[in-house]
């Protein structure tokens, strides 16, 4: 994903994009997700978001929203650099998935799933370590540190 200048249009989609979180029912699902998604398995996603509750409802709108932004960034349409100035909650949604990804492919025989999320994910990454050393780790440490309110 080579870096470009950004544009009106960029940051045009990036407006458009803050306009669609504040949506309440993914505003809900977002608040939800940052305080209880914590999995490591199928089996516990299974146990906090069964299929047909409302938690699995979230876990589908935040997890399909950030991955829609992410094929943004992934496929060009959407300057990265940008896009990593506003937009750091995607990255917090990657680390919660990250560990699940292997897993969730296998269990769902796509391997595919999430695909633009891992992408975008991992780049954002290397943008924090680029910024400085230990910026991520510093990042990872923080999310570690916020307890989940519900017990996966």
Known sequence: MPSTQATYD???LILRLYELRRDEKLREARAWFAANFTVKSPEELQRIAPPGSKENAYVRMVVSYWEMAASFVAS????QDLFFQSNGEMLVVWERLRELLP???AMTKNPNSWHNLEIVGNAYIKHMQAAGPEAYEGFQAMLRSIPATQKA
Do not use: M, S, T
């Open 10 to 12: 960029d940051a045009n």
């Open 76 to 79: 060009g349409i959407l300057n």
């Open 103 to 105: 897993a969730f492919r």
